[in-house]
């Protein structure tokens, strides 16, 4: 069964979904989570939590707006910057070698994820370097916008306005391609 149908049955409540989706998608969850927090027992909760969060909201799912690797990636990314922010972390430090998110084996990364997954690397690299830069800041290393205008020495507005435009020429790029609505 797919990931988008296991999201699914689990909005209709299907709680054999939640187990397969877990088993596809908890390992990469809780090394992205590790990632920012560095921290074993902490990218647990938020692994936990994320899987909680998917499992409360999955009637809310629409495949239109996204796959649920994506959604869950996200929650955990914002619960684990949450919880950097709560214990007052100033900065963000790699995990010294670090197992990357892509190690982890997905069954359900085709062939089809992966070239979608270039072509946005691609449309990143063609972004001018100012918002390239802060785009990646803000996506790759998971700072603040607070935190990257510090890192640049940039006024706040430039940072959040370099990311939007980032973002605007990324959807610009990629729609026709990648059939991304707005």
């Known amino acids: 069964m797919e990931a988008q149908?296991?999201?699914?049955?689990?909005?209709?409540?299907?709680?054999?979904?939640?187990?397969?989706?877990?088993?596809?998608?908890?390992?990469?969850?809780?090394?992205?989570?590790?990632?920012?927090?560095?921290?074993?027992?902490?990218?647990?909760?938020?692994?936990?939590?994320?899987f909680l969060q998917l499992w409360r909201q999955a009637a809310r799912f629409n495949a239109n707006h996204g796959s649920v690797q994506s959604w869950l990636f996200t929650i955990?990314?914002?619960?684990?910057?949450?919880?950097?922010?709560?214990?007052?972390?100033a900065k963000r430090t790699e995990v010294e070698d670090p197992i990357p998110v892509n190690?982890?084996?997905?069954?359900?990364?085709?062939a089809e994820f992966a070239e979608r997954r270039e072509l946005v690397r691609e449309a990143?690299?063609?972004l001018p370097a100012v918002q390239r830069t802060a785009l990646e800041l803000a996506y790759?290393?998971?700072?603040?916008?607070s935190q990257i205008a510090n890192r640049l020495n940039e006024p706040l507005g430039t940072v959040k306005t370099r990311i939007?435009?980032?973002?605007?020429?990324?959807?610009q790029t990629l729609a026709p391609v990648l059939s991304v609505t707005s």
């Open 5 to 50: 149908e296991l999201a699914l049955a689990l909005g209709r409540g299907e709680q054999h979904a939640l187990a397969e989706l877990y088993d596809r998608f908890g390992g990469a969850v809780y090394h992205l989570a590790l990632r920012i927090t560095r921290d074993p027992s902490t990218a647990e909760e938020i692994c936990l939590d994320a």
């Open 76 to 89: 955990a990314r914002s619960r684990a910057i949450d919880r950097i922010r709560a214990a007052g972390a």
């Open 103 to 110: 190690a982890v084996q997905q069954p359900d990364e085709t």
């Open 124 to 126: 990143i690299a063609t």
């Open 140 to 145: 790759y290393e998971g700072l603040s916008h």
């Open 164 to 171: 939007r435009q980032a973002m605007i020429a990324l959807r």
